[in-house]
């Protein structure tokens, strides 16, 4: 572990692709808000080492191994999917212009290669099943049928402020510890609002270090999860009313979830070990959905992978016992489940459609209103 907050970006050096670069008269394409995220983040070092979309040999070897060819650890493929007639396109101009949804041009991309994408080969080597029931799977399935690979150079951040509030670079972050007087931070990943629980195994994992950095994903996520707004005030919310000063930063990860279980969970330690954490929690069927994974393999996936700086801390489920009169975890309390007060994510919506409040040892009594008072509070 690197001593003071001088943890190293994964693969050793803070990528940073800004670059001031003419697109006049460059062929350009239309990508969806994801692929303008996922550039974004290259450009900013969120996914250091990567310097642009993989080309097939890394492509590859994500695939098969959870490793880039050069054996450094990379388990999520970072890829631009496009069909047969724009990947000739491309290739053949050289140089691209990356468009976002709104028509802004954010990014030129240097095509090294294009290659066709073996979808079968993607699902099971990332997700372990071909099951399109796997919200990952039906997305890899629905992707055109050729992938192009290269560097990239961001030329413009769009201008939709309301999003950027919290959306944080690397250097941002890092910055941010430092002022804090950081050395030890322990990132927490969440896709919803807070609930005691969590707060409490955040402020457990604070007891032994300096602060926690909260960064709940903002981007598509699948039916039925809370939206990236109503996540975004449960936490400004509950970080007001219930956080010591300088004990918790709150940032947002602009990214898709891929619910890939445990290579999505090395995929977020090395994001936050970009950003400067020394540590990420890591709870029980991390990114999973379904009965996909085994609810620890998230954790046990870590030992395949003891090169990374940043260190996985191992956390059972939080719950109230009422007659511990404490919130813990089965490690340590004995008593049954009629004591516990525990909530399934389906029997919360459904309080929640009916317009209830869960209790206070479930949800903050001013996190459960922010969820009550907004309009669609869930993905459709």
């Not at 996914?47 to 050069?70: C, H, I, T, W, Y």
């Not at 192009?148 to 961001?154: A, P, R, S, T």
């Not at 919506?349 to 949800?363: T, Y």
Request: glycine share 8%; charged share 25%.
């Amino acid at each position: 572990m690197s001593e003071g907050n001088s943890i190293k970006p994964h693969g050793g050096i803070l990528v940073n692709r800004i670059a001031k670069v003419d697109p006049t008269g460059l062929f350009s394409i239309t990508i969806t808000e994801d692929l303008a995220n996922d550039v974004e983040n290259i450009a900013d070092g969120i996914f250091s080492p990567l310097e642009g979309f993989l080309g097939k040999q890394d492509f590859e070897s994500v695939v098969s191994r959870g490793r880039l060819a050069n054996d450094l650890a990379w388990t999520i493929p970072i890829v631009l999917d496009v069909d047969e007639q724009t990947a000739s396109k491309m290739k053949e101009s050289g140089d691209v212009l990356l468009k976002n949804p709104d028509g802004v041009g954010v990014a030129v991309l240097h095509v090294d290669e294009t290659y066709s994408l073996d979808k079968e080969k993607f699902v099971q080597g990332v997700y372990g099943t071909n099951d399109n029931s796997h919200p990952g799977v039906a997305k890899t399935m629905s992707m055109q049928d050729y992938l192009v690979g290269g560097k990239i150079d961001y030329i413009q951040r769009p201008s939709d402020t309301e999003i950027r509030e919290n959306r944080l670079t690397p250097k941002q972050t890092r910055e941010a510890f430092a002022k804090a007087g950081w050395k030890t931070i322990c990132a927490f990943q969440t896709r919803n609002p807070p609930h005691v629980a969590h707060e409490m195994l955040q402020k457990t994992s604070i007891t032994t270090r300096d602060g926690v950095f909260v960064n709940p994903i903002i981007g598509k996520k699948k039916s039925g999860d809370f939206v990236d707004e109503v996540i975004v005030k449960c936490y400004e919310t509950m970080i007001k009313l219930y956080y010591p000063e300088n004990r918790c930063i709150l940032g947002t990860l602009h990214t898709e979830m891929k619910y890939a279980g445990p290579k999505e969970a090395i995929h977020h330690a090395i994001m936050r070990q970009n950003y400067g954490c020394t540590h990420i929690i890591i709870g029980r069927d991390h990114a999973g959905v379904g009965t996909f994974y085994d609810p620890f393999a998230a954790q046990k996936i870590f030992s395949d992978y003891p090169e990374l700086e940043i260190a996985p801390v191992f956390f059972p489920p939080f719950f109230y016992c009422r007659k511990c009169l404490t919130y813990t975890t089965p490690k340590a309390c004995p008593h049954g489940d009629d004591d516990k007060e525990q909530i399934s994510g389906t029997k919360l919506r459904e309080m929640i459609q009916n317009g209830q409040a869960p209790s206070e040892f479930i949800l903050r009594p001013e996190v459960a209103k922010v969820i009550l008072d907004h309009p669609k509070p869930f993905v459709d």
